[in-house]
Nanobody
Framework: EVQLVESGGGLVQPGGSLRLSCAASGFPFSAFAMTWVRQAPGKGLEWVSTINPGGGTRDYAVPVKGRFTISRVNANNTLYLQLASLKTEDTAMYYC?????????????????RGRGTQVTVSS
């Protein structure tokens, strides 16, 4: 059974930083692309970033490009998201998700397995 457990969220001031982690189990972590998505209050899921199995290819949504960094440590079955220069519009529940293949398919965003999320609140 796929299990994904996010941590590292919290309350941070605009311009601040956070590091999110996702502990994965129940599947061969190093064989799959992994993704971070977020959901702001009253809005749908928004794709944030995806990393390929080996970690050499990373894609970012336009709103976070240059501010967020996705990474993974396959030996530890862990996915990370470094958030920097945070803005109030980054406030959301952040989820890690397992892709079905070694690449992202945009149409799978709502059905991919994901964890319970970790809340990020950016406010002064």
């Amino acid at each position: 059974e796929v299990q994904l457990v996010e941590s590292g969220g919290g309350l941070v001031q605009p311009g601040g930083s956070l590091r999110l982690s996702c502990a994965a189990s129940g599947f061969p972590f190093s064989a799959f692309a992994m993704t971070w998505v977020r959901q702001a209050p009253g809005k749908g899921l928004e794709w944030v970033s995806t990393i390929n199995p080996g970690g050499g290819t990373r894609d970012y949504a336009v709103p976070v490009k240059g501010r967020f960094t996705i990474s993974r440590v396959n030996a530890n079955n862990t996915l990370y998201l470094q958030l920097a220069s945070l803005k109030t519009e980054d406030t959301a529940m952040y989820y890690c998700a397992k892709e079905r293949f070694n690449y992202r398919r945009a149409g799978d965003i709502d059905t991919n397995p994901r964890g319970r999320g970790t809340q990020v609140t950016v406010s002064s």
